[in-house]
């Protein structure tokens, strides 16, 4: 079974969605492995979104993710990565699909309520980065 990792960002744990963002990934069949409220440092932000360094909002993006507590959470299930994906719906919100999580609960690309690992070596880094 492959794991991923997921976290509610702290726009969608301020407006109180963590429970429907749970429940749906129970719905679709994931198994629950852990889950924990973390305050992420600049440094640990810096790191985890470093593959965005060079873009205009990469500032903008790491003084929002530390702006306030997040959930994190490590799912299993049959390709995990990628149906986690599928569930959370395109970056862009206003081009997320209605049922994805994006697509329901989220409008702006700067505030899209979940993240996702896009792989699964980044699946296990992250994992490692929040769970040690
Ligand atoms: P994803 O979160 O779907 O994996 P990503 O890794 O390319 O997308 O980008 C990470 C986050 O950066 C994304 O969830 C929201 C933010 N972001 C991406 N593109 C953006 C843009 N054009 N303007 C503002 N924020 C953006
Ligand atoms: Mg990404």
Same mark, same amino acid.
């Given at each position: 079974?492959?794991?991923? #990792? $997921?976290? $509610? =960002? ?7 969605? %963590?429970?429907?963002?749970?429940? /749906? #990934?129970?719905?679709?069949? !994931?198994?629950? %492995?852990?889950? /924990?409220?973390?305050?992420?440092? /600049? ?11 060079? =873009?205009?909002?990469?500032d903008e993006l790491v003084? #929002? ?16 990565? =990628? ?25 702006? %690309? ?19 980065? #929040? !769970?040690?």
């Open positions: 079974m492959e794991r991923t #990792f $997921v976290m $509610v =960002k702290p726009d969608g744990y301020a407006r109180g969605l %963590v429970g429907r963002i749970v429940t /749906r #990934f129970e719905e679709k069949g !994931f198994t629950l %492995v852990d889950g /924990r409220v973390v305050q992420l440092t /600049r440094e640990h932000a810096e790191h985890h979104y470093g593959h965005l360094r060079s =873009k205009v909002f990469f003084d #929002f993710i530390i702006s306030g507590p997040v959930f994190a959470m490590i799912w299993e299930g049959k390709d995990a990565v =990628k149906n986690a994906r599928a569930l959370i719906g395109a970056t862009n919100p206003s081009e997320a699909l209605a049922g994805t999580i994006r697509g329901d609960f989220a409008l702006d %690309v700067a505030s899209n309520i979940i993240h996702g690992s896009d792989s699964v070596e980044n699946a296990e880094q992250e994992i490692k980065l #929040f !769970f040690q």
